[in-house]
């Protein structure tokens, strides 16, 4: 047995145990405990989902090897005329065992825990002034259009436009199958530089804005202790201080524990902020509470909240150069127009490969 062989062995024996914990979860689907349970038969369905592919692999693994037994029982008594054909269909058996290999490996990388959630995102002007608030409008803009590309829908929960119509804050969330898959590397500080529109000598400024990206819970995931909220409810206001509505619709949700604020002014109904300030708050705190399990997901989090300076970016988005360059994979394309207009795949593409590289070499 050559040392391919050895650990193609082993990969499978591997996905022998998740196939059967795959047949586990169904049994545990079709019991009434698990069915009384929501968070547990959400959970259940969801790891159930992720091991099919993994199981349909195993029945296909034991009919290519099963094949290649019956024709090299054949080949042992065969007759001279039979054995080219059958050596050939032993070698194309062998062959397509080791391209189910590597498909398994990419089967094998660590799910993503909120692959499949819909997506909190929340833009803000950092430093530079009505420049930075003019470019976090751009980044809504892109963001937009991207969403509408991939057939993906966008509810904005909040805006706080600034005097110039730029953007000192907003809060949206995107739904879609793949949208946190992609826009999770989002998070971070983005920088522009280019001349900004207050500038009368037509110097290049840099600016930035700052980008988390959140991915949502519901009630059943996060429960949230009404004693430990203080709720403020006052009057809207839009920009300039001009009243929106006459009515102490807009809410504050201040949570005691981690001393995390979340404002909803955008809707007249006073219920319906408090319950879109809710949505963002469980976020914030899966968010919170994924960081302190995990160290590295903690890092992560801290480089999405950042201060916003102009030393601290992921991505440079450079007008006078046409260029935009993802600091975290050296990557730089010339396409600044056509990713700011929505085609953000340029950049997304490659920060998926580069993940997945990063996974598969972890698996070997």
Do not use: C
Request: charged content about 30%; proline content about 2%; aromatic content about 4%.
């Amino acid at each position: 047995m050559t040392a391919e062989s050895d650990r193609r062995a082993g990969l499978f024996a591997r996905l022998s145990t998740l196939a059967e914990e795959h047949r586990e979860l169904e049994a545990r689907l079709a019991d009434p405990e698990t069915l009384a349970d929501p968070a547990e038969l959400q959970r259940v369905g969801k790891r159930y989902h992720e091991l099919s592919a993994v199981a349909d692999a195993v029945v296909e693994h034991d009919r290519l090897v099963a094949d290649s037994a019956a024709a090299s029982e054949l080949l042992e008594f065969a007759s001279d005329d039979e054995r080219g054909a059958l050596s050939a269909e032993i070698d194309r058996l062998s062959a397509d065992l080791d391209e189910l290999a590597d498909r398994v490996r990419v089967l094998l990388i660590p799910t993503d825990p909120d692959a499949g959630r819909a997506v909190i995102m929340e833009i803000r002007g950092a430093e530079g002034g009505e420049e930075a608030n003019l470019f976090a409008r751009d980044l809504l803009d892109m963001y937009r259009a991207y969403a509408q590309q991939r057939g993906w829908t966008v509810e904005v929960l909040s805006t706080d436009v600034s005097d110039l119509g730029g953007i000192n804050h907003v809060t949206f969330v995107v739904r879609g199958a793949d949208a946190w898959e992609r826009l999770k590397f989002e998070g971070g500080p983005h920088r522009v530089q280019r001349v900004p529109v207050t500038e009368s000598q037509g110097r290049v400024h840099t600016s930035s804005a700052t980008v988390a990206v959140l991915p949502e819970v519901d009630e059943v995931e996060v429960s949230i202790d009404d004693r430990d909220l203080e709720v403020d409810v006052y009057r809207s206001s839009g920009a300039g201080g001009q009243h929106v509505n006459t009515t102490d619709s807009a809410v504050r949700i201040t949570h005691r524990p981690s001393g995390i604020v979340v404002t909803m002014q955008d809707e007249r109904s006073q219920l319906q902020n408090r319950a879109r300030a809710m949505q963002v708050l469980r976020a914030r705190l899966h968010a919170m509470a994924v960081a302190n399990r995990d160290a590295d997901r903690s890092q992560q989090r801290r480089s999405q909240l950042g201060g916003g300076g102009r030393s601290e970016k992921i991505r440079t988005y450079n007008f006078k150069e046409s260029r935009v360059t993802d600091h975290r994979i050296g990557l730089t394309i010339h396409r600044l127009s056509d990713i700011l207009g929505g085609d953000l795949d340029y950049v997304i593409g490659p920060l998926l490969d580069d993940e997945r590289e990063r996974l598969l070499a972890d698996e070997r």
